[in-house]
């Protein structure tokens, strides 16, 4: 509703009264008065699952009052307007009134009203005594606190001149809730059956937004997380997962809609996923070693030379079992590329490092790398090595005791 409609719907009830009179110029004098449009109560508390019902008031301080409009805005994650029913305020004194708009969306948390007095404003005045203009029924539908928030208020007198100075009182609702645990777990196969042990798992509600990193091991394919019904879910919510193999060659993404029997079975259970190949993007690849041992940590110089066109963003450095072999920090550099990335612990996906920049190497073109490394990485004993995508080549190796070797390549992965 536009913010001139209260005052054209009025001059035109009025229109065949003026007329009597010919038309003058209308001049508003305010007075110190300020009418007051409020969300009563001001603060409310409630339970998940509660219907409840506020009030839209306007106590008008002295001023007549012939029509009113206004939009209310609430966060739809946590309401759901039921309806809104027109009040009394206007129409108190036996006035008739029209009801100019009486709508809401739930998908975008907005509700509007206006609603304006009937008839000639010299004879039927407007409304002095406070009262409810509106009235709003909710359903709390998850825990939080939202504000119920106005916005394009607009007060006018009986002649249609709009109120420049209006006090607005907005509202807040806490929803209450008792949080119920709710598991979601399952399995991750490579795409030939074989177990994806320590896959990487990442869940984002798509209704909230909220985004959660599943618990994995690497000595297993099963995944868990644990989070809320109410506060992080509830029944219709849309989970995306995101499922990745450790080396980042295999992936699936899966859209759920949580159930209201899952709701009230706790969990989303066995919820077990296949990956698939990722498509039309190459990758090098030295695989694991078949010899790692001896291992031990330090700087890696040599040289990548492509034998296809390699999008890359991201590393993968294969460990020995059993410990925490890893890449601390690595650079790839040459013809037009210079990319670097750095370790940040063991948390996360603390396996893969992610470049600074996402950058293509070219069949044909040689490019230098970097490497060092932390506890014990995979080594391959050789000075060249024909990878999936290439051939890499040791230039230099210096280990944590200072010894130098020409035949120690890392065993690593570059991918998108």
């Known amino acids: 509703m536009n913010k001139v ?24 004098v305010e007075s110190a008065s300020e009418p007051i449009i409020s969300v009563e109560p001001l603060y409310l508390k409630v339970s998940q699952g509660d219907t409840f ?40 004194d036996g006035a008739s009134t029209i009801v100019i708009i009486n709508d809401f969306n739930n998908t975008i948390g907005k509700v509007e009203y206006g609603e304006v007095r009937m008839g000639d404003p010299e004879v039927i005045g407007g409304v002095t005594t406070p009262g409810v203009l509106a009235s ?52 991750i196969f490579y795409e030939d059956d074989s177990e994806c042990n320590n896959p990487l798992v990442n869940i984002i509600n798509l209704n909230t937004s909220k ?36 080396d980042g060659s295999q992936s699936n993404i899966t859209n759920h809609t949580i159930t209201q029997q899952e709701i009230h079975n706790g969990g989303i259970f066995n919820f077990n996923i296949m990956l698939k190949a990722k498509p039309g993007i190459g990758i090098f690849d030295t695989g694991a070693s078949d010899n790692p041992y001896p291992s031990i940590f330090g700087i890696h110089n040599g040289t990548i030379n492509p034998n296809q066109t390699l999008v890359v963003n991201r590393i993968y450095t294969y460990s020995c079992p059993g410990t925490g072999g890893h890449t601390e920090y690595t650079r790839i550099w040459g013809n037009g590329v210079d990319a670097y990335a ?7 996906d603390w396996h893969n490092l992610t470049f600074n920049t ?23 004993h050789a ?31 570059l991918y998108q």
Request: proline residues 5%.
């Open 136 to 187: 709003i029924t909710f359903e709390a539908v998850r825990g939080g606190v939202t504000d119920l928030k106005f916005g394009d208020v607009i007060l006018t007198r009986p002649n249609a001149t709009e109120i420049q100075n209006v006090t607005i009182n907005n509202g807040t609702v806490e929803i209450k809730m008792s949080p119920a645990p709710f598991l979601v777990c399952g399995y």
């Open 211 to 246: 985004e959660w990193r599943a618990e994995t091991n690497t000595s297993s394919n099963y995944y868990q997380l644990m989070i809320s019904h109410g506060i992080d879910i509830i029944a219709g919510d849309v989970l995306q997962f995101n499922f990745t193999s450790p």
């Open 358 to 380: 996402t950058f293509t190497l070219e069949p044909g073109k040689e490019y230098n790398y970097t490497i060092r490394t932390g506890s014990y990485p995979q080594i391959i």
């Open 5 to 28: 409609l209260v005052s054209v719907v009025v001059a035109i009830v009025g229109l065949c009264i003026f007329a009597q009179f010919g038309f003058t110029t209308l001049i508003a």
């Open 53 to 92: 019902t506020v009030n839209i008031t306007v106590n008008p301080d002295g001023i007549e009052i012939g029509g009113a409009q206004y939009a209310l805005y609430f966060n739809s994650l946590h309401l759901n307007v039921i309806e809104q029913t027109k009040g009394p305020f206007l129409s108190q």
């Open 383 to 413: 000075k060249e090595y024909p990878a999936i995508g290439g051939e890499i080549k040791c230039e230099e190796f210096i280990d944590a005791n200072g010894k130098r070797y020409t035949d120690w390549i890392p065993a690593i992965r």
């Open 342 to 348: 750095n370790w940040s612990g063991y948390s996360g």
